[in-house]
């Protein structure tokens, strides 16, 4: 079994942070590509964010030069910084990641319990 959990969301202020981060735990052989997701109420779920296993980056637009995503390879754990919090950033965040169980099988998709963060004063 594979298991992501997410912490670190909460309430903030308009313009402050906040960091999500995102633990993988189980039968893992290893993570490719990782990132957050975010759905808010009546919307479709979004990419925010995401890293490959080399470290490369991509942004949503709306959050280009405010969010930075991470990863720690040994700790099999992904993040979030996100600064400049705006109310329409408010959503139910989820960290996503393709992991193999094993050398030779399939990759697999898997999703975080979501994290819900909320921007308001």
């Known amino acids: 079994q594979v298991q992501l959990v997410e912490s670190g969301g909460g309430l903030v202020q308009p313009g402050g942070s906040l960091r999500l981060s995102c633990a993988a735990s189980g039968s893992i052989f290893s993570i490719n590509a990782t990132g957050w997701y975010r759905q808010a109420p009546g919307k479709q779920r979004e990419l925010v964010a995401a890293i490959t296993s080399g470290g490369s980056t991509n942004y949503v637009d709306s959050v280009k030069g405010r969010f930075t995503i991470s990863r720690d390879n040994a700790k099999r754990m992904v993040f979030l910084q996100m600064n400049s919090l705006k109310p329409e950033d408010t959503a139910v965040y989820y960290c996503?990641?393709?992991?193999?169980?094993?050398?030779?099988?399939?990759?697999?998709?898997?999703w975080g319990q979501g994290a819900q963060v909320t921007v308001s004063s």
């Open positions: 996503h990641a393709v992991i193999l169980t094993r050398s030779s099988g399939p990759k697999y998709n898997y």
